[in-house]
Nanobody, 123 residues
Framework: QVQLVESGGGLVQPGGSLRLSCAAS????????MGWYRQAPGKQRELVAAFTSGSSTNYADSVKGRFTISRDNVKNTVYLQMNSLKPEDTAVYYC?????????????????WGQGTQVTVSS
C-alpha cells in the first residue's frame, strides 16, 4: 500500500505565501506522476499543478506565475510553493500520485490521494 501525507496548509492573508508538502511512503517502486489538486466549497476538484509522466509540469492557468511545484525524488516528496495568494485560492488541497509499488509477487500501479489540507486566504 501507499500513503500520501500532506502538510503546510493554514490561514494566510491575501498576498501571502504558503508551502505545501506531500510525502509518499510505502513499498514504492516508482512514482509515475505526482501533483496537487484543490476543491473549494460547492466546486469540482481541479488540477493545480503536477509533474506528469516524463517529468513535465502542468499548471492551472489561474496559478501560473504564482505557484511553483517542485520535488525531491530521494524523499518521494512533492512541494507546492504558493505566492501572491488570493481569496479565490481558498480550498482543500489534495496530493495525488500515480504509484507503482511492490507486492509479494510482482507490482501494482494505482492512483492515490492524500487526506487533504485546508488553505484559507482571508484578511
Amino acid at each position: 500500500q501507499v500513503q500520501l501525507v500532506e502538510s503546510g496548509g493554514g490561514l494566510v492573508q491575501p498576498g501571502g505565501s504558503l508551502r505545501l508538502s506531500c510525502a509518499a511512503s510505502g513499498n514504492i517502486k516508482s512514482i509515475n506522476a505526482m501533483g496537487w489538486y484543490r476543491q473549494a466549497p460547492g466546486k469540482q476538484r481541479e488540477l493545480v499543478a503536477a509533474f506528469t509522466s516524463g517529468s513535465s509540469t502542468n499548471y492551472a492557468d489561474s496559478v501560473k506565475g504564482r505557484f511553483t511545484i517542485s520535488r525531491d525524488n530521494v524523499k518521494n516528496t512533492v512541494y507546492l510553493q504558493m505566492n501572491s495568494l488570493k481569496p479565490e485560492d481558498t480550498a482543500v488541497y489534495y496530493c495525488n500520485a500515480e504509484v507503482t509499488h511492490w507486492l509479494i509477487r510482482g507490482t501494482y500501479s494505482g492512483d492515490y490521494w492524500g487526506q487533504g489540507t485546508q488553505v484559507t486566504v482571508s484578511s
